[in-house]
Structure formats: C-alpha cells, structure tokens
C-alpha cells in the first residue's frame, strides 16, 4: 500500500534538489505519493503568507514530510518558519547524524556522530524577546523543563541502544548556566540509570567544541539543549565535508519532518549547480522512520558508491558536474 507524504520544495536551490530526491526515491520503488505544499518566500509571494493553513493542514494529514531549505525574510517582524513548524507540531527532537563519505573534501574519514538536539524549549522558543524603546537594551528568556529535558534525553538513549552505540554525551554549560543548563544536566544523570547498558559522559560545550575537532572518533551520540545542539551539529557537518552532506529529522509524537538542513543558496539556484545530498540523506532517514530500511539502504548505498567513485560529482564534492549528471549517476546505480 503506497504512502502519501507532504513535500515542501521550499526556496532558493530547493526546488532543485527534491526534484532530485524524488526522482531517486521512484527509482527506488518506495511506493510513495506527494502532496505538494508551498511555505517560505515562495509561499508569501503566491499566498501572501510565509506558511499558509493549507501547508499545515497537509503536513498533519499526511504525518509525514520531505522538505527543502525555506528562508525567513530578515526583520520586518517574520517569525522563523522552521521554529514556528517544530512548535506547531510538538516536533521535540532533532536529530543530525553525520557520516563521513570516502571522496569528499573533508578533513576527516573516520566521523559517525549524531546530534540530537532538544527542538521546542531553551533560547530558541521566543519567550520574553523585547527590545527597548531606544535600542539600548535587548533581552530574551530561556525557559527548560524538566519533562522537556528527560524526554529528549531518553530518546537520545533509545536512538543509540537501537542502532547499537556505545556511548552517549550530555553536552551542557552548567557551571555557568546553573539553572536551565544545570536543570538538563541533573535530569540527564538520572536517565542514564536507566541505560547501564550504554556508556554516559557529560562535557561542558566548551569542551565539546574542542575535542570536535580534535578528537571527533570518541563521540558516538550527542544530546544538548537547544542553542548547543543547533551549533554543535553545524561544527559536525564541517567534519564530513559540510552542510550538503548533513540531513536533518524533526520528530515529533506522531509527526516527523525531514529536511536539508542547508540555506536554500538563491545565487545559484535553477543553475544545475546544487548538491542535493542533504537531502537525499534526510529522504533515507524518512524511509528508515517509514520502516522502509531496504530501500534506505540501496540508495545510501548508490550515493556513497558515487560520491566515492566521482562520478559526475558536484563542485563541493570536488566534481565538474551539476545536480542533473550527478542525480543521474546514482539513478544509475539504483
């Protein structure tokens, strides 16, 4: 029985790159349906709004969604359209695994990290942001719970007893932060009784920063707050060739979003020049939370064997090529 998901090609290169995406998702013989939906600037210029009911009403129908990077016009009052998704959808956990590609630029060959970030609380949900009348003074709040914080934490735990990891990492700023951060470090302690069967270490974000680029082979699963985790998973993507090798999963209760976790790059959109790994990547996690680990499997398996051969690879992959040739490469392969 086919699958209809809610697909959102967003801005910029991103109509570009899940073009690609589904092209190879057919190939594969996922069975999948698209209910196509517009949001970010696309959305304002054709339905005067930047995420209209009709996108919302699609993607908690369908439960499912495929999406490509959106942009949030700066200032003039426009909330982020990521943020506002995640909180309208109670989509509590990020999750960002990065793993390194043979035949990319990057420095490292030996990287397997997941972030996973808490998605909805801490600096990030916009309570208390005011600005003075004269521009002298600007404040926001950060606001955690402890529900917030044991959930996320535990789901860290699953994901990594799931696939197998050894280890996980609360990554906190405690010492100075004691109260939000210091609330999430506490809680985070009190899981990891509950999981003797996984190594627990907590680190400082500092710190974390630092043996990321030191040490990156001793981190297996990262858990954090919001502000950290939104930062810690960018550093990661820079240890496997950037963020065009990066794909991102909002997950919620019973909703999830995959997306390319990379801006929509307007100056070089409709040119034939985008990477759409990302979100190809981000299409493997959708197959693997569908049950659909065979076919998440094959076309991994066809990007890595492409990327690593160089065939018809992009510009940032070292390559000549454009998104058609190198989206027709893995085709090929599948």
Do not use: W
Not at 22 to 40: S, T
Not at 52 to 60: F, K, Q, S
Not at 104 to 122: K, L, P, S, V, W
Request: aromatic share 4%; charged share 25%.
């Amino acid at each position: 029985m086919s699958t209809t998901i809610t697909v959102i090609p967003g801005d910029g290169i991103g109509p570009d790159i899940i073009d690609a995406t589904i092209k190879i998702l057919d190939k594969a013989g996922c069975d999948l349906n698209y209910e196509f939906a517009d949001a970010g600037l696309v959305a304002l210029d054709k339905h005067g709004e930047l995420l209209p009911d009709t996108t919302l009403n699609a993607i908690e129908r369908n439960k499912v969604t495929l999406k490509g990077p959106l942009t949030t016009p700066v200032g003039g009052g426009f909330t982020s359209i990521n943020v506002t998704l995640r909180k309208q959808f109670n989509l509590y956990a990020n999750l960002r695994p990065v793993v390194s590609f043979k035949g990319t630029q990057a420095r490292y060959d030996n990287i397997d990290i997941i972030t996973i970030r808490e998605n909805t609380e801490g600096m990030y949900s916009g309570l208390g942001q005011t600005t003075s009348a004269d521009g002298s003074e600007a404040e926001a709040m950060s606001k955690v719970t402890r529900a917030g914080c044991e959930r996320i934490v535990r789901f860290a735990y699953e994901v990594a007893r799931r696939e197998g990891r050894k280890k996980v990492t609360a990554v906190h700023k405690a010492n100075i932060l004691k109260s939000t951060s210091g609330l999430f470090l506490s809680v985070a302690r009190e899981v990891a009784k509950d999981y003797p069967d996984i190594q627990s270490e907590e680190m400082i974000v500092d710190a974390t920063c630092m043996k990321l680029v030191m040490t990156p082979e001793n981190f297996d699963v990262i858990v954090t707050t919001n502000l950290f985790g939104d930062i810690i998973s960018d550093l990661c993507a820079g240890l496997v060739g950037g963020l065009g090798m990066a794909p991102g999963a909002n997950i919620g209760q019973d909703c999830a979003i995959f997306e390319a976790v990379h801006g929509s790059a307007p100056d070089i959109a409709g040119q034939n020049l985008a990477n759409p790994s990302s979100v190809i990547l981000a299409a493997v996690q959708m197959l693997e939370h569908l049950g659909q680990q065979d076919n998440a499997k094959r076309i991994l398996n066809a990007l890595r064997e492409t990327i690593e051969s160089g065939d018809r690879t992009t510009r940032d992959l070292g390559g000549e090529h454009g998104t058609d040739e190198f989206t027709q490469a893995i085709l090929e392969r599948l």
